[in-house]
C-alpha cells in the first residue's frame, strides 16, 4: 500500500513537472534546480554567480526553505527577482515538488526571464526524486563533507547533470582528497561536469559560468 501511494505522489508530480516544462519551453527559459545538503554553500554560490551573470542574463530565483526567508534575502540584494517558498506551509516537506513551482512561477515575469534558477532545499535525499520541470540539475558539495557524499548519495549524483565541489579554498587545512571525491562522481555519473569552486574567492567560476551561459543561450535561441 505504501509503494503504491509514493508512486501516486510520484506520478502525479510528474505531470504538473511536464507541464511547467512545457510552459517554461514556450517562454525560452532555462530552468536550473540547484540542490545540496545544508551548508555546502549553494546560497552563497548563487550570490557570486548573479554578481557574474546579470543584467547579462534575465534570471530570476525560487528559493526553497522550511523556515525561514534568510536565503531569499541575501539573493535579492543582488537586485535578482526572487520568490520565497516555505515547505513549512506543506508540512515541513525536505524538497520542492512540481505544483509548488507552478505556484511560485506565477509571481515571476516569466516572459522577460532567460533563466530561472531554484534553490531547492538543503537536502541530498529527497529533491533527486522530484522533477520540477526544469532544464538541468546541479549539485553542490563541499570539501568538509567528506570524499564519500557520492556514493553514500548515488541517486543525486545520477540525476545531476552538474557537480560544483566548493570550498576548495579549504583544502590546505584538511585532510581531504578532491581526486577521491571526483573518481566517486564519475564511479556514479561518468559524463557529468565537475566544477572545482571556491566561493569565497571566486577560484575556478569562469568554467562554471560559461557551461551556464552555453545552457541559457541553446534555450533561448530555440526561442528566437
Sequence with gaps: MEIKVVRKVLDVNDTMAEQNRNIFTE??????NMMSSPGAGKTTVLEKTLSHIMPEIRTAVIVGD????NDADRLAKT????VQINTDEFGGDCHLAAHVIAKAAVNLDLDATDLLIVENVG???????FDIGEDARAVILS????????????LMFRVC???L?????LLPYLDYDIKDTIKNISQI?????????????????????????RCVKQKTEKRN
Excluded at 537586485?79 to 526572487?82: A, D, I, K, R
Excluded at 537536502?123 to 526524486?129: K, T
Excluded at 565541489?165 to 579554498?169: A, L, P
Design 27 to 32: 517562454k525560452g527559459i532555462f530552468v536550473l
Design 66 to 69: 522550511i523556515c525561514t526567508t
Design 79 to 82: 537586485g535578482v527577482p526572487v
Design 123 to 129: 537536502n541530498l535525499v529527497c529533491p533527486a526524486e
Design 143 to 154: 570539501v568538509t563533507e567528506g570524499e564519500d557524499k557520492p556514493l553514500k548519495y548515488p
Design 161 to 163: 547533470d552538474a557537480a
Design 165 to 169: 565541489v566548493n570550498k576548495t579554498d
Design 189 to 213: 555519473h561518468a559524463d557529468m561536469s565537475v566544477f572545482e569552486i571556491s566561493a569565497k574567492t571566486e577560484q575556478g567560476f569562469d568554467p562554471w559560468l560559461d557551461w551556464l551561459r
